[in-house]
């Protein structure tokens, strides 16, 4: 477990550089393929694809893996203790899994959020770290409602989880005869199903904490945030960063 997660966390840090791709799908409509291949190639000669892009640190994303992986391990084998049957299982573990993964990840996501929130700010932060010390120093208190706004990713997490996980343990029978590259595909179409579907609560909570904390006095609910991003970007904004 501990072994795939930091393999996991690894493997995560180049992938977050494919972000930087997103022109592809967010350039103007009358931007051709031909615009778009120097910028491709500028792009990846560019990326330091060994180096955080998001923010997410290695240890960060290793004990969310731990969480992830080791919940579902678990879970799903005591369930099947308890006469569950193993479809059942699957998804009733990919969900707890799914919860105890965005629950250790969640602290790291809010602290990121804030730092990246203070950019070009007279009190910019550079990072957790950062954040961190200074809230210990100034307002310990903040650090008791870090789980604040929690439930649109703790419900994304649930799909996430079931979706994944769940489809995998039901479809694994059926690439058990087809040998390891089927069984890598069913596990690699299922995470990233599972993922679209959480993509867009973490998505919007982000939207939702950036924008309220640039403002001082008033506050923008879910409703209208989301209202306006639709009416600026469209329905797919919330997508943006998801690939």
């Not at 910019?124 to 439930?151: C, D, F, H, N, W």
């Not at 609560?201 to 403002?215: E, G, Y």
Request: aromatic share 14%; glycine share 10%; proline share 4%.
């Amino acid at each position: 477990i501990t072994g795939s997660a930091f393999l996991g966390a690894l493997i995560a840090r180049p992938l977050a550089h494919l972000d930087r791709f997103g022109f592809i799908l967010y350039s103007p409509a009358d931007m051709g393929m031909a615009e778009k291949r120097p910028m491709i190639f500028e792009t990846i000669m560019t990326s330091k694809w060994l180096k955080s892009y998001d923010g997410r640190t290695i240890p960060m994303m290793w004990s969310a893996q731990i969480a992830n992986i080791g919940a579902y391990q678990v879970a799903y084998h005591q369930l099947r203790k308890q006469d569950y049957d193993w479809q059942t299982s699957g998804f009733l573990a990919g969900g707890l899994a799914g919860i105890c993964y965005s629950a250790v990840l969640y602290p790291y996501e809010v602290l990121l959020s804030t730092a990246k929130a203070s950019k070009g700010t007279p009190g910019e932060m550079k990072g957790i770290g950062e954040v961190l010390t200074t809230a210990l120093a100034k307002k310990p208190q903040v650090l008791r409602s870090i789980y604040t706004g929690y439930t649109p990713v703790f419900i994304g997490s649930i799909l996430q989880g079931s979706v994944g996980w769940g489809g995998y343990n039901m479809s694994k029978y059926d690439a058990a005869d087809k040998g390891q590259h089927v069984m890598f595909g069913y596990i690699w179409a299922w995470q990233v199903l599972g993922h679209f579907l959480l993509y867009p609560f973490q998505q919007v909570k982000t939207m939702h904490r950036q924008a309220n904390s640039a403002l001082k006095h008033s506050k923008v609910g879910y409703a209208e945030l989301l209202h306006e991003v639709w009416k600026r970007y469209g329905s797919l904004y919330v997508l943006k960063g998801a690939f």
